[in-house]
């Protein structure tokens, strides 16, 4: 089976700590690490284990600047075959449309059975794999937790509001999101990504897609971000500040008070 | 008639000589032995290098101490004592038995200046090594046959109990010193009735009770039990010989080299690959234990020489709390394996996935790599280096917990394995009441004759910073011109290196060395045993480095260091041993002395302390591990402390210090007992 799984570098949420820029549009990024978008990372790992299963490649791909090369590398220590970078200037400050869109013109080019993206990434908006569905008129699953092979069919499980959980045959080629949980991720080591340091990774720009570049990136975006913050404290929010153990005091009194404890 | 014939000379029903049998029994024996020993050593064949050829002074040492003196052995008082005198009493017969071997062919046949005085003595002792091995032999199998002692109990996910092997082998020796004995008593018993000859019989000893009861019987019975236990002993020797290399009974033939090439460095951890220097790690196909054969020739003899004492799964603190470890079996295991791949004949099987296969990845996570196994060990076997290099195996194919791989990528992105940010590492500096009084100098733009050392914990977690603080008073204090690396400080890496992340460690090393380098500092220290170990033995090249007890010991015996009278005089204190200072580095003393530098200071002794202490829970990445475990091992020694006696349990590292405050709550035992780091307990009594 081929199978193509969608990634993004994304700021790591375990490794930093957040605060608005100066200009109050976006985070300051100077002191951030990036990794791959957790979600992503279990959907390379559910693919590789169906690769071991039924044989076939995975092949992973982004659209990002230079650097987003470094998550490919990872998910290619993990055990994908192959990776594609998609980067062009006019790429950049693509909504997710256009995101979506440039994706579907790298799909077109290969053929791929299969399709998955994470549920989510950084931006939380997981919109991209419903969106690069249907652009390709594929069939499409989300917050998919559960996945059987079965010759030339799939069955994917999805939990459904309240712990229940659902099954559904899909026909492939089929696009999925793929939610936390559905595997355990294997671990990536240092050695890992040095071995396949060197493998080659193509580039495909805008004009290796046969995009139109104004359909893409700021120029083509018809959603914009206007602003970026921290809400304002509304009626009975509070935030504890000091130590550990003053905000675990003041915590265990205001409970006390409330008649809580 | 007046001696009694030989098995040399002696004719079965009068026309089949005897020496036949004794030609054919050791030509067989022998050769079955070297042919079970040959099969026995191709998987050590096949094996890693390891580098067991240096340091033979020490590795003599050894020898003479750990093999020959048995000095491990009375640490288990009963079953040491038994084992010294069995030991002692094989050493001495094993002369015995070889010359009895060729008087097979060679009636009252001696062994060259055994025909003198030296002989009279020599059967002396020997009659009463003979003795004292079956007496020894009679209590181990009523001990263990009987009384069954607990640590030998085999598990049931582990396999069958091993008593019968046990008992089986005891009952072979027994044999073997009962019709030695017969066999001399017969002879001399005969003679004495034909001739009036007495010779001089160690009194009491086995040989002397046998001519006792044998005074009266008739020439025949004495010829025929002559002859007969002969061939009893010299099939028993044969027999006893090639059973050896089936099981754990192997340790009587590979103890001596298993000694001579045990670990004779502490606190460190094996190469990868031995011949394979760091820069070229990248070129290796495969990482760490993945099959039988990625073990060093060390390992596998390791495997071969357990003796099944159950002594390493009696102290680990791992077995105690019920998590899925007993070094015992990680032994017994790969020695069945071993057994099974490499039979006695026909073909050798290939090994899978050992983790997948004998072994379980929990198995192998649980270990806190304390060392209390290889300290007990009588035979000098070593688990954390296999532990390290079965857990490089899996980090390589990508089997690490969930809760492993957080920290470990925090380690790989921040340099700390709680993912702070760098900047942030010297934070611990900028408290309020501190910084108004102490500068810290910050290394990579001042200068100082010595570097402190604060590593991540300290470094990063609220309560521990405490320690970094007094640390830098007491250093301040005692008049040491010191300084910090900030931002530029990276974990020490002493677990990351300990679970298999050999090249997250050799990057952490990297640029901690680095930045040490360009510092130009004299000298390191640390409060956090786990960096000391890992500066002192892990890195190279870096000048010495010394733990804050060292440099307060020293202190105080200069002058240098005035301690006030204690300030709690009716509390009792207790010093509890932190593996990576106390058995790692063998820093028992110093904070002994600096505790009792504090006069009216009540200060008890834990039963396990010292180099038996016992694991608090684990270090580094081992706080991030989820076990699978019944108790925590700090429960069990906050218990051990308060049977001690004490409501103060001092440690010297920041890990201990963590565990211990935890087990203190889980205990229930807040407000009875507290935990102090040795920095803050010296630190209030600075004069």
């Known amino acids: ?81 192959s990776g594609i970078l998609l980067c062009d200037d006019a790429f950049e400050g693509s909504d997710g449309k256009g995101i979506a869109g440039i994706l579907k013109a790298e799909v077109e080019k290969g053929s791929y ?11 939380g908006a997981g919109q991209v794999g419903g969106m690069l569905a249907a652009m390709l008129d594929y069939p499409y699953a989300s917050l998919v937790n559960k996945i059987e092979v079965q010759d030339g069919k799939i069955t994917v499980g999805r939990e459904i509001e309240g712990g229940n959980q659902e099954m559904n045959e899909i026909q492939l080629p089929c696009v999925l999101s793929i939610q936390t949980g559905i595997n355990e991720p294997r671990y990536v080591g240092i050695r890992g990504i040095r071995k396949v340091a060197k493998v080659d990774i193509p580039v495909n720009g805008a004009d290796d897609l046969g995009i139109d570049t104004a359909s893409v990136g700021a120029a083509g975006a018809k959603t914009k971000r206007v602003d970026y913050f921290v809400p304002d404290m509304g009626d009975g929010a509070e935030m504890l500040e000091g130590s550990t153990d003053e905000i675990i005091e003041k915590l265990i009194e205001k409970l006390k008070a409330k008649g809580g404890l | ?185 017969s002879e001399l018993a005969y003679e004495f009735a034909h001739t009036g000859n007495e010779h001089f019989l160690a009194p009491l000893s086995l040989v002397w009770i046998f001519k006792g009861l ?5 020439p025949n019975i004495l010829q025929g039990l002559h002859i007969f236990t002969y061939f009893v002993h010299d099939l028993a020797f044969f027999f006893f010989l090639c059973f050896l290399p089936m ?65 390493c799964s009696d102290q680990c603190p791992a077995n105690a709390v019920g998590r899925p470890l007993s070094p015992r079996f990680i032994t017994i295991k790969a020695r069945d394996l071993i057994f099974k791949n490499y039979p006695l004949s026909g073909e050798i099987y290939k090994s899978s996935l050992l983790v997948e296969d004998i072994y379980t990845e929990d198995e192998i996570w649980s270990c806190t790599t304390c060392g209390a196994c290889e300290e007990e060990c009588p035979l000098g076997i070593e688990y954390i280096d296999k532990m390290v290099d079965l857990r490089r195996g899996m980090v390589d194919e990508g089997m690490v917990p969930q809760s492993l791989q957080k920290p470990l990528k925090a380690l790989e992105k921040r340099g700390n394995p709680y993912g702070k940010m760098e900047k942030k590492r010297a934070d611990w500096a900028k408290e309020k009441e501190f910084k108004a009084n102490y500068q810290i100098k910050d290394l990579a733009k001042d200068e100082a004759d010595t570097l402190y050392f604060v590593d991540s914990i300290t470094s990063y977690d609220d309560e521990m910073q405490e320690i970094a603080r007094r640390t830098s008073i007491i250093l301040e204090k005692a008049g040491v011109d010191f300084g910090i690396l900030g931002k530029l400080e990276k974990d020490s890496g002493n677990e990351v290196i300990r679970f298999g992340e050999e090249m997250l460690y050799q ?83 110093d904070p002994r002395k600096a505790l009792d530098a504090i006069d009216g200071l009540t200060r008890v002794e834990l039963e396990k302390s010292r180099d038996r202490s016992f694991c608090c829970g684990g270090g580094g990445l081992m706080l991030f591990y989820e076990p699978e475990e019944e108790t925590r091992m700090g429960v069990l020694r906050v218990n051990m402390a308060a049977e001690a006696g004490a409501n103060v349990i001092v440690t010297a590292c920041p890990f201990c210090l963590v565990n211990i405050q935890d087990a203190i709550k889980v205990a229930g035992k807040e407000g009875e007992m507290e935990a102090l780091d040795f920095t803050e307990l010296i630190e209030q009594h600075l004069e």
Not at chain 1, 114 to 120: F, H, K, N, T, Y
Not at chain 2, 281 to 293: A, T
Not at chain 2, 295 to 307: G, N, P
Not at chain 2, 523 to 538: G, M, R, S
Request: with cysteine.
């Open chain 2, 247 to 311: 099981g754990k009974h192997f340790h009587v033939i590979t103890s001596i080299f298993n000694v001579f090439f045990m670990r004779v460095q502490k606190g460190n951890i094996k190469p990868v690959m031995h011949g394979v220097s760091d820069d070229k790690l990248d070129d290796l196909e495969s990482f760490g234990v993945k099959k039988l054969e990625d073990f060093t020739w060390k390992h596998m003899l390791d495997f071969y020489s357990c003796a099944d004492c159950g002594r």
């Open chain 2, 1 to 185: 008639m007046t001696s009694i014939i030989g098995p040399a000379s002696f004719n079965f029903f009068g026309i089949f000589p005897a020496v036949i049998l004794s030609f054919i029994l050791p030509v067989i024996g022998i050769g079955l032995f070297a042919y079970i020993m040959a099969r026995r050593i191709a998987p050590l064949v096949r094996a890693n290098p390891d580098n067991r050829f240096d340091q033979i002074g020490k590795r003599v040492k050894n020898l003479i101490l750990v093999w020959l003196g048995q000095i491990r052995q009375p640490r288990y008082m009963l079953a040491g004592v038994l084992h010294i005198v069995i030991f002692a009493g094989f050493l001495i017969l094993s002369i015995r038995s070889m010359s009895l071997v060729v008087v097979g062919f060679s009636d009252g046949f001696l062994l060259p200046g055994f025909g003198g005085p030296l002989g009279d003595i020599y059967n002396f002792f020997k009659d009463y090594a003979a003795t004292f091995v079956l007496i020894a032999c009679i209590i181990a199998a009523v001990r263990r046959g009987i009384f069954k002692p607990e640590r030998y109990a085999v598990p049931e996910k582990y396999g069958k109990d091993h008593t019968a092997e046990a008992v089986f082998v005891l009952g072979i020796i027994s044999t073997l010193m009962i019709s030695e004995s017969l066999f001399e008593a």
């Open chain 2, 507 to 589: 990057d952490l090393k990297d640029q901690n060395t680095e930045a040490i380098m360009e510092t130009g500092v004299k000298q390191i220290v640390t409060a956090d045993p786990h960096a000391y170990n890992a500066l002192k033995n892990d890195y190279s090249d870096l000048p010495p480095v010394k733990h804050i007890s060292q440099v307060v010991a020293q202190k105080i015996t200069t002058g240098e260091l005035d301690l006030k009278p204690c300030q709690d005089p009716e509390k009792v204190y207790v010093y509890h041993d932190p593996c990576y200072l106390g058995r790692h580095n063998g820093i028992y003393e």
């Open chain 1, 1 to 81: 089976m081929e199978i193509l799984v969608c990634v993004k570098r994304v700021p790591d949420t375990a490794e930093n700590e957040f605060e608005l820029n100066s200009a109050g549009n976006d985070l300051d990024r100077d002191d951030l690490v990036y990794s791959v978008n957790e979600w992503d990372n279990y959907a390379v790992e559910e693919a590789i284990q169906i690769v071991d299963k039924v044989g076939g490649n995975v092949t992973v791909i982004t659209v990002g600047d230079d650097e987003s090369e470094e998550v490919l590398r990872r998910e290619m220590a993990m055990g994908a075959n």
């Open chain 2, 214 to 218: 044998l005074s009266s019987a008739s």
């Open chain 1, 113 to 123: 059975d299969l399709i998955m993206s994470g549920a989510q990434a950084d931006e």
